[in-house]
Every structure is written in structure tokens, then in C-alpha cells.
């Protein structure tokens, strides 16, 4: 076979193939291809299972470790510091994972751990360390819950300034304070628009707003906030309008927010010292005098 007709073949083999391609792209998929299609943006498979799950070891032993962890806890946390962790929970926002009950249990959890801990890696002074253990167990989950609260109220009291914003435009706008209250508990996301929206959520199960007010004081740490919440609640009380008190914590939370960012700027070169003084130096040193002090130890050796 000479070598045109190969290539006429070739040619002819290669047009049937793009016309192929062509025809089974143009043409229209099937009504199951569009269901299936449409299905698998919901999941392969939406239809759960109702039936028991298997029951597993640990199904079974967990309702008796909780127990353990919750009676046992119990005797190592008295009244008060359950009381202190609740007000710690309240500042960290009442996670709804953490309740105090589960830091109870988790205070019992990391003796044993800790202790345990201490006690492998350090066989020999083996009281010692479980009593290391011991005191690490109990004391790092309030530890952890009294951090999560300070970064938490950190965070409250650099989004009060917006909050404020919003809330003088809403009431300058025509809007009565708890409608401008509700509006700032729709349209931004955060700490204290968290906050403003627990605030609602009590005045709509039959607290007043004073004590709304007052309970969302004892929340916070912040006494910006606090100062704020003091003027609102004599506003209320004396019948004083709130736009102008509003509009003045507004402009004196934007000031205080400006000077909070100048004193961290101006704290960032302390807290730089240390880490060149002890990091960049040592290696500076040992570049510019390395070579002088291996010449003099090749000299007088």
C-alpha cells in the first residue's frame, strides 16, 4: 500500500473521529444523566440510615468513665471554683462544647493523664513527679478556660468601637435602641455583636432591658463596655435621650482604640531586645570574630 493512500486514510480516520466527538458532545444528556447530575450536588446519598449503630467497646464504657470523670471531679472541685470557672465561661462566651461539668470532668482527666505522664518519664522520682502531674492536671483547664476568656474580652472591646458606630447611625437614623440593637445583631459577626444578640434574646423572655443591660456587665471585663452600659441604663432610667451619649462613647472608643495601637507599636521594639539580643547577636558575633580569634589561635598555638 503506497504511502498517499495511507495518509488519505489517516486523513479520513481522524475526521470521523472529531465528527464523533462533535456529535457526542453536542447532543443532549438524558433525563437520568441530568438527574444524576443534580443528585450528586446534594450528596451521593441522602438517605440516612435509621437504624441503632453497632454498639463498640467504647459506647459501652463511656457512660462509666463519664461518671468516673463527673462524681471524681466533683471531689477535687469545691463550690467556689466551679463558681470562678462559670465566670470564666461567661467572659470566654459560654462555648457550647465546654460547659462547667465537662471542665470538671476534664480537670479529673488530666490528673490522672498528667500523672501518669510524669511518672513514665520520670520512674525514679516517681512521687515527685505524679505530684507534678497532679498539680499540671489540675490546674492547666482553668488555665486554658481563664486564657480563652482574656482573648475573647481582647477581642470584645477592639470590635465595641464598630458597634458603636452602627448603633449611632441606626438611633441618628430614627431607629429606637433596641431596633438598632437587632440590627447590629444582624448585619455583623463578632464578640460583641454576639454578645448584643444574647442581650435580645433575654429581653425577649421577659427581662427588662436594665437587667439585660446590668447581666451583660457582669459578662465582661472590659470597662469600656461597662462604662457604656452604666450610662445607658441611668439614660433609661432618668429618661435622657441615648443618640448624644451614644455618639460620645463612640468618638472616645475610636480614641481609645487609636492610642491602644500606638502603645503596641511602641512596645514592639522592647519586645524585640530580647529575642536579638540572645538570636541575632551571638551570630554576629561569631562572624565578625570567628576569623580573628581562629588567625590568633593559629598564631600563639
Given at each position: 500500500m503506497s504511502a498517499p493512500l495511507?495518509?488519505?486514510?489517516?486523513?479520513?480516520?481522524?475526521?470521523?473521529?472529531?465528527?464523533?466527538?462533535?456529535?457526542?458532545?453536542?447532543i443532549p444528556p438524558t433525563q437520568r444523566e441530568r438527574m444524576l447530575k443534580i443528585l450528586s450536588e446534594f450528596g451521593e446519598n441522602r438517605i440516612t440510615d435509621t437504624r441503632p449503630p453497632k454498639p463498640t467497646l467504647?459506647?459501652?464504657?463511656?457512660p462509666g468513665l463519664l461518671w468516673f470523670f463527673q462524681h471524681t471531679g466533683d471531689l477535687i472541685?469545691?463550690?467556689?471554683?466551679?463558681?470562678?470557672?462559670?465566670r470564666q465561661l461567661d467572659y470566654a462566651g459560654?462555648?457550647?462544647a465546654w460547659p462547667v461539668d465537662r471542665v470538671v470532668q476534664a480537670r479529673m482527666f488530666g490528673v490522672i493523664f498528667f500523672a501518669v505522664v510524669?511518672?513514665?518519664?520520670?520512674?525514679?522520682h516517681a512521687a515527685l513527679s505524679g505530684l507534678a502531674g497532679i498539680v499540671i492536671g489540675l490546674v492547666l483547664p482553668e488555665l486554658l478556660v481563664r486564657n480563652l476568656g482574656q482573648k475573647r474580652q481582647q477581642a470584645l472591646a477592639r470590635s465595641l468601637p464598630d458597634v458603636l458606630d452602627a448603633l449611632v447611625i441606626g438611633v441618628e437614623a430614627g431607629l429606637g435602641l433596641d431596633a438598632a440593637l437587632a440590627q447590629v445583631a444582624?448585619?455583623?459577626?463578632?464578640p460583641m455583636p454576639d454578645e448584643v444578640r444574647r442581650l435580645l434574646q433575654e429581653m425577649q423572655l421577659g427581662v427588662s432591658r436594665t437587667d439585660a443591660l446590668r447581666a451583660l456587665s457582669a459578662r465582661t471585663t472590659s470597662l469600656d463596655l461597662k462604662?457604656?452600659?452604666t450610662a445607658l441604663v441611668q439614660a433609661g432610667e432618668m429618661g435622657i435621650s441615648v443618640a448624644g451619649i451614644l455618639r460620645e462613647h463612640a468618638a472616645d472608643q475610636r480614641l481609645r482604640r487609636r492610642q491602644r495601637a500606638e502603645e503596641s507599636a511602641q512596645k514592639v521594639a522592647i519586645k524585640l531586645l530580647f529575642p536579638v539580643l540572645f538570636c541575632l547577636f551571638p551570630v554576629i558575633f561569631v562572624v565578625v570574630l570567628g576569623p580573628a580569634i581562629l588567625t590568633v589561635m593559629a598564631n600563639f598555638g
Open positions: 495511507l495518509l488519505a486514510i489517516a486523513a479520513v480516520c481522524a475526521a470521523l473521529a472529531v465528527s464523533l466527538a462533535a456529535t457526542a458532545v453536542g467504647y459506647n459501652r464504657v463511656r472541685t469545691p463550690p467556689a471554683m466551679k463558681l470562678r470557672l462559670a459560654n462555648p457550647p510524669g511518672y513514665v518519664i520520670y520512674p525514679k444582624q448585619m455583623q459577626q463578632g462604662r457604656m452600659i
